[in-house]
């Protein structure tokens, strides 16, 4: 009598396991994947900072320890770059920082703003980082330039020098150039442009080089460009009196 061999096959419920666990184990792949892209993502942003604080600094001792113009009276020239009319676009080349941004003189555009879809362009050529002009970048009276000196400035490492930014806009978001306190020099709201897109936090080059992680405070300020602040993760940080870490000359605790 034969006797013919049964090769047992897998049943319905093993079938649906193995096909769980293929799918947990695509999940964490995946998920890993991400987080290691995010973290490179960041690494390089907050290297991109750097590079800015450096070539500040760069510029304050070519000039006597004066801090860069944010922009010149007639707004042709900005810190990252230049233009030939007002309508025009900026170009990196003629910019008051480009000599010292490598041989490419323009500054390095940030990789987390890359990945975000709904980006408009404003002034483009600051690579989505912003400057702490108002009060850093000195002031235009009668066509003269006053500018800052780094050399006087109290506690540089508590004071902002370039941080990641955008606008909020209806739209989306929008490049902005300028790192934005909660008041203007005579006493007017601001609309906020420091945009937390590492995470849920924004990466800051302070005013001594060293580059930070910081988490948004629950001011979220005026809008002008019919934008939702906290839905894009644009705000403020830190403490509100006096503008915060934004003024050099505030008051410390």
């Not at 906020?192 to 080089?209: C, E, I, Q």
């Not at 060293?210 to 629950?218: D, T």
Request: proline letters at 7%; hydrophobic letters at 30%.
């Amino acid at each position: 009598m034969r006797t013919e061999n049964h090769k047992p096959g897998f049943t319905l419920i093993e079938m649906l396991v193995v096909i769980s666990i293929i799918g947990l184990l695509a999940t964490l792949t995946a998920t890993g994947v991400g987080s290691a892209l995010e973290r490179a993502r960041t690494a390089a942003s907050r290297s991109n900072l750097r590079q800015l604080a450096l070539a500040g600094v760069a510029y304050a001792v070519d000039h006597n320890g004066a801090l860069p113009p944010g922009a010149s009276v007639n707004n042709r020239v900005r810190w990252h770059g230049a233009r030939t009319s007002i309508s025009a676009p900026f170009e990196p080349e003629g910019g008051y920082l480009s000599p010292y941004l490598g041989h490419t003189g323009q500054v390095n555009r940030c990789p987390l703003l890359d990945r975000i879809s709904n980006v408009r362009s404003f002034e483009i050529g600051s690579g989505g980082y912003g400057y702490n002009s108002t009060n850093l970048g000195g002031i235009w009276s009668g066509g003269q330039h006053r500018p800052v000196d780094y050399t006087r400035l109290p506690q540089p490492s508590q004071t902002v020098f370039f941080a990641t930014t955008a606008f909020a806009t209806a739209n989306g978001i929008m490049e902005y150039p300028f790192s934005d306190p909660y008041q203007s020099r005579d006493g007017h709201s601001l609309q906020p442009s420091t945009h937390f897109r590492a995470n849920g936090k924004a990466l800051v080059a302070w005013l001594d080089g060293h580059v930070s992680l910081e988490s948004p405070n629950n001011q979220t300020g005026p809008n002008y460009y019919g934008g939702k602040n906290q839905e894009q993760r644009i705000g403020w940080f830190g403490p509100t009196e006096q503008n915060g870490y934004w003024n050099p000359s505030r008051e410390r605790e």
